[in-house]
């Protein structure tokens, strides 16, 4: 069973950045399709953005809410996924989490999640 283990959020200022970071082990990580999802308070769980087996232009979504702000990367041979977020806003502010992903349609997450990591943008 894939474990994931998320970082790198904290409290910032709106237009700042961060990158959050999701290390996986006891699975064949290039097997997935992983994404990025985030709760706010009070909200349903929504997928940010996903990247397929190998990652690389062409090879991502990102959601509306963060198209040209947020970008999706992955480093198999680390077994990582990372979630470069900028111009951050405060309607960013949620707990982020990785989970690996299905593709039906839409994008949704499949196996164990982490325990996600706090992003709270400040205005």
């Known amino acids: 069973q894939v474990v994931l283990v998320e970082s790198g959020g904290g409290p910032v200022q709106a237009g700042e950045s961060l990158r959050l970071s999701c290390a996986a082990s006891?699975?064949?990580?290039?097997?997935?399709?992983m994404g990025w999802f985030r709760q706010a308070p009070g909200k349903e769980r929504e997928i940010v953005a996903a990247i397929g087996l190998r990652g690389g232009r062409g090879n991502t979504y990102e959601g509306d809410s963060v198209k040209d702000r947020f970008t999706i990367s992955r480093d198999n041979a680390k077994n990582t996924v990372y979630l470069q977020m900028n111009s951050l806003k405060p309607e960013d502010t949620a707990v982020y989490y990785c989970?690996?992903?299905?593709?039906?349609?839409?994008?949704?997450?499949?196996?164990?999640w982490g325990q996600g990591t706090q992003v709270t943008v400040s205005s």
């Open positions: 006891g699975g064949t990580f290039s097997n997935y399709v």
């Open positions: 989970a690996a992903v299905i593709i039906c349609g839409s994008y949704y997450p499949f196996g164990s």
